[in-house]
């Protein structure tokens, strides 16, 4: 048994409370006690503690890419030219040195899990490698090494465009032959990772440019059969939803609908351009949106309608996405910073809501439904954010839940846990013995 003495924890719909005792067995928490006096033998925990923050929606490799796409006027094509070319670098051993670096900063800023949406399968020509898990394998290790857990977000994709264009040469590694030798891929990976504490696996529908209608059936009906969490990107640029319109005469979200891939167990990412008819489906379906702002912003994408899909009680989640940013303090506090912008109002999304969405909202989007709470049965995932830096300084004890969401940042991580195990101490990673310098190696592609 290990135990921690929080001197402040935020405890989900109990608000914040004082003097909290964490006790873990095994990994999971046996005890969550408030209003206890410090024991002798327990870690103490300076600052605000709350569980750990769950990263929805990355792109692992996409960190190779941060400040090196900002030269000259670029938008989201040409960004991804430049995402293409990273891409074409990448094998197993690169894209785990990578990976295990990016999950490393990600454990530094408070994320105990990530969902990685993963479709640079196969070889840079497109034939898959002699184990056709390989580069899945290299990122279920670089998040074992980082002390995070992951869901594998293992993605369908099929084609370049609803116009049937031919494939970018760097898209020929992004695909399967078709959606049946995708399956039998997947679950391989379902039974081989079966017994691993940390590491899931999920499915996931690129988009519906890149997948077409009876591939996405065949994804969303694999999902279902398999109780498996199931993601794709919707709607992140105006000119999908024309194309798709063009194409099918109806949005995104409602060709998804169509094939089935709509349901409580989905997660549609970025949902920027969504029509309120969308929402409607999503709030039906009870289908989870994953906000990425910072890569939104950073791409030009547009603001996403935050306050509308949580007021029609569509759950949300956070992700860092190409990872501009990591950290999902800002990435909370900018969902609702960017509607204050278009709409001239204040405190749409409560910072408690915002929390939630960082915690409950992305544990759940993932296929961690243990995590999110601090709570006795729960897994003993929780992070802490120290009170004495300047930004925090002065933080009254009323304010803390709104000084983590629009004050805190990624830096004012102290301490991170997971599975009742240090990863991160007094800012510092316990198990990547150098993360700054292991990134600077990986991102010198």
């Known amino acids: 048994m290990t135990t921690w003495h929080a001197e402040w924890a935020w405890l989900g719909d109990a608000g914040i409370a004082g003097d909290v005792l ?5 990994g999971v928490l046996a005890r969550v006690e408030v209003g206890v006096p410090a024991p002798v033998d327990a870690v103490r925990l300076p600052g605000v503690t709350l569980p750990g923050l ?17 030269h000259g ?10 995402m293409y070319a990273v891409a074409a670098q990448l094998d197993p051993d690169r894209y785990h040195a990578l990976a295990r670096a990016c999950f490393a900063e990600m454990a530094t800023a408070g994320i105990t899990a990530v969902g990685e949406f993963h479709y640079l399968h196969h070889g840079p020509d497109g034939v898959p490698y002699a184990d056709p898990n390989v580069m899945a394998e290299a990122l279920r290790a670089a998040a074992t090494a980082a002390g995070i857990r992951l869901t594998l977000l293992d993605t369908l994709y099929l084609r370049s465009g609803f116009d049937g264009r031919p494939l970018h040469p760097v898209q020929r590694r992004f695909r399967d032959a078709d959606a049946d030798r995708w399956g039998e891929r ?11 504490p940390m590491a899931r696996v999920g499915a996931a529908i690129h988009s519906v440019r890149a997948v077409d209608t009876e591939g996405g059936k065949a994804v969303a009906a694999f999902a279902e059969q398999r109780g498996l969490p199931l993601h794709m990107h919707v709607s992140e640029q105006e000119a999908e939803n024309d194309a798709c319109v063009e194409a099918h005469g109806c949005s995104p979200l409602e060709l998804l609908a169509s094939a089935g891939a709509l349901g409580p167990r989905s997660t549609a990412v970025h949902a920027t351009h969504v029509t ?29 309608p935050a306050r509308e899909l949580a007021a029609r009680g569509v759950p949300l989640a956070l992700g860092s ?30 910072a408690e809501a915002l929390l939630t969405a960082a915690t409950v909202g992305g544990a759940a989007s993932l296929g961690w439904p243990e995590t999110g709470v601090l709570a006795a049965g729960r897994l003993a995932d929780f992070v802490t954010v120290g009170l004495d830096s300047l930004r925090l300084a002065g933080t009254s004890s009323a304010d803390l839940a709104a000084a983590l969401v629009f004050v ?11 599975a009742g195990r240090p990863v991160v101490r007094s800012g510092e990673h316990c198990l990547v013995p150098d ?11």
């Open 22 to 26: 964490l006790e873990a067995v095994d």
């Open 408 to 418: 805190a940042g990624a830096a004012d991580v102290t301490d991170v846990v997971v």
């Open 435 to 445: 993360p700054r310098g292991e990134l600077a190696a990986a991102v010198a592609l």
């Open 186 to 196: 997947v679950d391989a990976l379902v039974f081989e990772w079966d017994r691993d």
């Open 73 to 82: 006027a670029a938008d989201f094509w040409a960004w991804r030219d430049r």
């Open 321 to 350: 996405d190409s990872h501009a940013v990591i950290d999902l303090f800002e990435e909370a506090r900018t969902a609702e910073l960017h509607e204050r912008l278009t709409s001239g109002r204040r405190a749409g999304l409560r």
């Open 276 to 304: 309120t008819v969308d929402v409607g489906l999503l709030a039906a379906h009870n289908t989870t949106v994953c906000l990425c702002p910072t890569t939104e912003r950073d791409l030009a994408d547009g603001i996403g």
């Open 54 to 70: 769950v990263n929805a929606h990355s792109h692992a490799f996409h960190r190779a890419l941060r400040g090196r796409t900002h």
